[in-house]
Nanobody, 115 residues
Framework: QVQLVESGGGLVQPGGSLRLSCAVS????????LGWYRQAPGNERELVAD???????FYANSVLGRFTISRDNAKNTVDLQMNSLKPEDTAIYYC?????????WGQGTQVTVSS
């Protein structure tokens, strides 16, 4: 049973920082990528950042230069460091694992950017 558990969300003022972490457990034969998605009220879920098995990263234009995704293979975690946060970054953030067999999602963590 593969499980993804996110942590680190919360309330932060504009310009502030948060670090999200996703802990992955379970038996996975082949990981294609680990990524972070977000969904704001009334919007579709969108890709924020992805890190592929070889280490290549991808970022949405809206977060490029502000967010950094990192993966720790020893700890089976993938983190998202978010700096210079804006009110439009407010959303539920989800961790996603893509494998050769299936895709897996965490339950999400709320990030609210507000003064």
């Amino acid at each position: 049973q593969v499980q993804l558990v996110e942590s680190g969300g919360g309330l932060v003022q504009p310009g502030g920082s948060l670090r999200l972490s996703c802990a992955v457990s379970g038996s996975i034969i082949s990981i294609i990528s680990l990524g972070w998605y977000r969904q704001a009220p009334g919007n579709e879920r969108e890709l924020v950042a992805d890190v592929f098995a070889g280490g290549t990263t991808f970022y949405a234009n809206s977060v490029l230069g502000r967010f950094t995704i990192s993966r720790d293979n020893a700890k089976n975690t993938v983190d998202l460091q978010m700096n210079s946060l804006k009110p439009e970054d407010t959303a539920i953030y989800y961790c996603k694992l893509r494998s050769g067999e299936s895709d897996y999602w965490g339950q999400g963590t709320q990030v609210t950017v507000s003064s």
